[in-house]
């Protein structure tokens, strides 16, 4: 998450790296969106919103995640409740909904 971070700032102010990085989250964002489409298809997780928007969604969590993961010390209890927050996330954004 450093080196991407790091990667992305330099990124902002030179076009053919800035170029890469979006081809890089585009491929990223593809795969997350083909992911979650074929579980949505095997009933794995909900189904209400389009694939498309839950990658979008899925990959913000995450990347906000990790980038407060740095700032805490492996195995301590802030390490352990962010991870927690996370799984709470993901489980409630995507556990499927029953219906009305």
């Known amino acids: 998450m450093i080196v991407l971070l790091a990667f992305a700032v330099r990124a902002a102010v030179l076009p053919d790296w800035a170029h890469r990085l979006r081809h890089g989250y585009g491929f990223l964002r593809e795969q997350t969106t083909d992911f979650l489409g074929q579980a949505?298809?095997?009933?794995?997780?909900?189904?209400?919103?389009?694939?498309?928007?839950?990658?979008?969604?899925v990959m913000a969590l995450t990347d906000g995640f990790a980038q407060h993961l740095l700032q805490a010390e492996p195995g301590s209890e802030l390490r352990r409740r962010l991870l927690g927050s996370l799984e709470l996330a993901l489980t409630e954004l995507l556990t499927p909904r029953a219906a009305e």
Do not use: F, K, T
């Open 40 to 57: 949505q298809r095997q009933g794995h997780i909900r189904d209400d919103l389009d694939a498309e928007r839950l990658a979008d969604i």
